[in-house]
């Protein structure tokens, strides 16, 4: 996090928006103004490629990226659809029917499952979810046989499923046909630990026997990335149909009754999505989607951005490309997919070969601007890019003029293009042209991009201090920093849950690459690093003293006031930041004074014999040092009691220029009571 955006953190605390570049790097706000750069990685081993897993000559391969040496770990008849564990130290993969597991350097494969039909790893933590046997069961590496979590019920079928970000449930589709009864298609939601079942969209069906299965069946898409959405595509229960495309929308992951369309305001067939998994991507706060009806995939197919916050939809590539396999970079700022030149719908075969072997991988920025091709080798066809976990590097698949298809690196402005595993598969020129021009590469080739950000944060969340910090303030901010030595920073900027944020407290965790447990870990306080008896400090009252920061650019000046007091109504301010804050107990105010020429005590005099007389016949000075300059104290009569108003005079270092005028004098008005804290509190800037 830069600078500017600490500053501006800080005027959340106090609700003001102001524009604080105007300090960045001022000498009295050092420490206050990069707490969060507080960040001691070291230099640190940069993170590899990742590693990659694969099928050839019916034996399951595994690699270290780039150039890590190539080892097998399966072998045997009707290997496919590898999957890495989140961590990277385990593999699943079909074996015929079955589903087998095998940990990478940890001995033999096993199977785990029989005649499995679904199955996926946590995003979060290295278990995994799968359907068999009518039922759905989570397991884990560690334990001989996974357990149940939705038992069979008759006449249900369960159909895809997919895990929510933080790894906590695990959405499933079941649908249920009887020939004279009523059906129901939905997709619920289960928690992976207690096995709670909560529903979260559902629709009815009936069975006509002219007719068939009458009504709409909900297809799970996938989560948001916060969690609170839920994607799926609603149509009829029709294989024909759903092939060519269905609307996309979005259910509230807690359950609705109706979702929202993420294409238009209705649902609209003309703008439909293709019901495969490289056709919708996430990141946080953005969807990406190829959008076109019908399922030949070399027409009609438009890469677009749904904005999670806005319900904005932008297209980004236009109807001269026909785009596939769209992939986040993994903070989301820009998107890398396979593209070549978009067809009439009326090509013979060896014109689709052509159009097919044209795509090529291209990059565009999430925010709009002109695409820009990656590679661009007429003798390979580019396909399924994934990103590393450190977006340094994009892994995909090349197929060349004779069926072989290799994996190849490269980075995300084009360079560093590099082969890294040079066959896959035993291809056949129908797997290749694959279903309508989309290849199933994922029964091939699994990617392992480095430790996913759920798994890191899952990690940190396992330490003692993060427990400690996440149940006194459950509203943390949880933040994965990969600039170094992977990191997770649980951040806390306001005291209570409903309060305005702020920037106070960090606790940083770091995660040790080789294992994918917690390391070293430390404590930022107010800039104050802390790294023995974390504990003792969050067992304290309050972490954050009883101060709040208040800076005013504009008045030049820096000081902390009581964390209680909020902005006086009615008291002006300058560029959006109030001029004056108080509470029940006390207040202060922000002044200046001309005062080119004149003496501190002579401007406190002028202040103390104006002719309102805010402090009473009797006002008293007392002279002070503020901030290593000379000043004055105007305190009121005795009479006026501990609740009349006093100020402070103090000169500035240099003239300050507010709303068009000079002023050489800053004035700071409080209650008597408080007036002595905020003056020794008071910076310039």
């Known amino acids: 996090m ?64 780039p150039d890590g ?13 590898p999957a890495w564990s989140p961590t990277g130290r385990w593999l699943l993969f079909r074996h015929g029917e079955d589903l087998w597991l095998v940990g990478v350097g940890r001995g033999e494969a096993r199977c785990v499952v029989q005649r499995v039909d679904e199955f996926a790893w946590s995003p979060a933590a290295d278990v995994f979810a799968c359907t068999a046997g009518g039922e759905l069961c989570a397991g884990e590496p560690a334990k001989e046989r996974p357990r149940v979590l939705v038992k069979r019920e008759a006449g249900f079928d369960f159909r895809r499923i997919a895990w929510s970000p933080d790894g906590k449930w695990v959405a499933f589709e079941r649908l249920k046909v009887g020939e004279g009864g009523a059906g129901q298609a939905g997709i619920w939601k289960v928690d992976a630990a207690s096995g709670a079942v909560v529903r979260v969209y559902t629709s009815r069906l009936c069975f006509d026997r002219e007719m068939g299965v009458v009504g709409e069946v909900p297809r799970l898409a996938g989560w948001s990335p916060d969690g609170e959405m839920v ?33 238009g305001k209705g649902w609209n067939w003309e703008s439909a999505v293709l019901v495969r998994p490289g056709f919708v991507a996430a990141a946080p706060g953005k969807l990406a989607l190829v959008i076109g009806a019908g399922r030949d ?42 593209a070549g030149p978009a067809g009439k719908g009326e090509e013979t075969q060896a014109e689709l070969r052509s159009l097919l072997g044209g795509r090529k991988l291209w990059a565009v920025d999430t925010d709009g601007g002109k695409p820009r091709r990656l590679t661009n080798d007429p003798a390979y066809r580019d396909e399924r890019p994934f990103f590393s976990a450190d977006g ?4 995909f698949v090349r197929l060349d003029g004779e069926n072989k298809a290799s994996l190849w690196l490269v980075q995300p402005d084009g360079s560093g ?13 129908d797997f290749t042209f694959g279903y309508y021009g989309a290849v199933a590469w994922d029964e091939l080739f699994a990617y392992w991009p480095g430790v996913a950000d759920a798994a890191l944060i899952n990690a940190a969340k396992g330490t003692p201090e993060a427990k400690k910090l996440l149940a006194r303030y459950p509203w943390a901010k949880i933040v994965v920093d990969r600039s170094g030595k992977s990191a997770v920073d649980f951040r806390v900027d306001k005291l209570e849950g409903d309060d305005k944020p702020g920037l106070y407290l960090r606790l ?65 301010d300058v560029a959006g930041i109030p001029a004056s804050c108080g509470g029940d107990d006390g207040f202060f105010s922000l002044g200046a004074m001309n005062g080119e020429g004149l003496t501190p005590e002579e401007v406190a005099r002028h202040e103390a014999s104006h002719k309102l007389k805010p402090y009473g016949g009797r006002p008293r000075l007392e002279k002070i040092t503020v901030n290593g300059r000379e000043g004055y104290f105007v305190f009121p009569s005795p009479e006026l009691g501990v609740g009349a108003g006093a100020c402070c005079v103090v000169p500035y270092p240099r003239p300050v220029v507010i709303t068009g005028e000079k002023y050489h004098y800053f004035i700071l008005y409080a209650d008597v009571k408080h007036i002595r804290d905020l003056a020794a509190s008071l910076r310039f800037l």
């Open 69 to 81: 040496k190539v080892r097998q770990l399966a072998a045997g008849e009707n290997i496919s659809r």
């Open 417 to 429: 293009l590099e082969q890294v595993v040079e066959s896959i598969g035993l291809l056949t020129g």
């Open 2 to 65: 830069g600078e500017g955006e600490v500053m501006r953190g800080i005027w959340k605390r106090l609700g003001f928006l102001a524009a604080l570049i105007l300090v960045i790097g001022a000498p009295v706000l050092g420490a206050l103004a990069v707490r969060w750069k507080v960040s001691d990685l070291g230099a640190g081993k940069p993170p590899g490629a990742g590693r990659v897993a694969w099928v050839a000559e019916g034996k399951l391969w595994v690699k270290d990226l």
């Open 508 to 572: 940083r965790v770091f995660i040790d690459p080789e294992t994918n447990t917690p390391a070293d870990r430390f404590l930022d306080l107010n800039g104050r690093v802390i790294r023995t008896e974390i504990f003792r400090y969050l067992d304290e009252e309050t972490v954050f003293g009883t101060k709040v920061p208040y800076l005013n650019p504009a008045y030049g000046v820096y000081l902390e006031f009581p964390r209680h007091w909020r902005p006086r109504p009615g008291y002006g």
């Open 231 to 263: 994607l799926l595509w609603r149509g009829p229960c029709s294989a024909s149909i759903e092939a060519d495309g269905l609307p996309l929308g979005l259910a509230p992951a807690d359950g609705c009754e109706e979702p929202v369309p993420v294409v």
């Open 392 to 395: 340094r590097y994009i892994l």
């Open 297 to 338: 995939t070399w027409t009609n197919k438009r890469l677009a951005v749904y904005d999670f916050r806005s319900g904005g939809l932008a297209y980004l590539t236009g109807t001269d490309q026909a785009a596939v396999d769209p992939a986040f970079s993994p903070y989301g700022k820009f998107l890398v997919y396979s």
